[in-house]
């Protein structure tokens, strides 16, 4: 059994910006609206001792905890340091972290003083220029939220608070420029960049493509925006003169491609190692499975009943601890399949069967079950091939380079 070393914690299950794409609370999965809106402190001290459980029974001397809502900043100051207090005191050494879009620390500064307490690493949500975050990322009046989470960041980034900054998440669009939008957010000297995918499935498909369920891997001539867009951004991040970031795909592939392994689910064949508890105790799967279909990230336990044991033994989430096993036929079969790993698990969703078999598309609207639903390549197959190939080649004429380099460096 894999344990899991990431417990995602949904501390509010609200958020005060309406964005368009949000996968929570416009995805398929609607079930936030019965969930409490707070995790309460008996919620989270149960949590903090299944995590406790679990890491003495594995062995491990550190897991990470990531706050996450909604918004979590919502709870207010008070609360998560009452949040905190139980988790940070229940056992084994803890790595906090917290996504947020920012607006709350504006509003209440002592959440900056319980962060910096519990040393917290703090992501914030920025989608590039004012233009392109303003066209998602609405507050709930309908403007834009790009000068308060703006300014959100520079207060993040300012000398004060700068080691609590982990950096900008931002998603892509195809109607942004993609050099325009790494500069963006370069201007807030991030130390590292997401650059996401959006959410997106065979059922519901990503913004400015129509595809089918490729019955074979792909050869290189597709259409692939979005691979287009990240190779643009590829390119202006690689060829700066000097270090300016990091971005967590980029370098995720460099070492896939180089023989390591990833951190991150969104590429690669490392096991799943993270779990998800809703703010009611309730364990759940990676929340971008809620794009998929109604109940698709549910495991039917919680931490009332069930230790995190039970939730690693679970089918859902030992189907993404397999390995190559793990993926569906074409993925397989595909040359790149140790560097791609089929994308991220939610992106593979297909109504119906295993995958390869849907020529002219899917019937839209059929529930699939996780195994089979999942079979398919990711739905950003070709735009993953596409980078990937890219970056490979890179990568390739630098290595070349090194040819004449000696391995032990003492001269001959
Ligand atoms: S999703 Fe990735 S591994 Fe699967 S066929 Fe496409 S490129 Fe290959």
Redesign the pocket.
Known sequence: MVPFRQFLLKIHSRCNLACDYCYMYEGADQSWRDRPRLMALPTAGRTARRIAEHAAEHRLDEVAVVLHGGEPLLVGAAHLDALLGELASAGPRIRFSLQTNGLRLLDEPALLDVLHRYRVAVGVSLDGTRADHDRHRLLPSGAGSWARAAEAVRLLGSAEHRDLFAGLLCVVDLRADPVATYEALLEFSPPRLDLLLPHATWQTQPAGVRRTV?LA??RGGEPAPYGEWLIAAFDRWYDAPRRETGVRLFEELAVLLLGGRAASEAVGLAPVDLVVVEADGTIEQADSLKVAFDGAAGTGLDVWRHGFAEAAAHPAFRARQRGLGG??P??A?????R?????LYAH?YAAGGAGGGAAGGVAEGAAGGAAGGFAH??V???D??RL?RHIAGRLRADMAGLAGVTGSGRGG
Request: charge should be neutral; glycine fraction near 16%.
């Open positions: 490729p891997p792909p993926l569906g074409v993925c079969a595909c040359p790149l399949a560097v791609c790993g089929g994308g593979r390549p990711s950003y197959c070709a993953l091939d990937i």
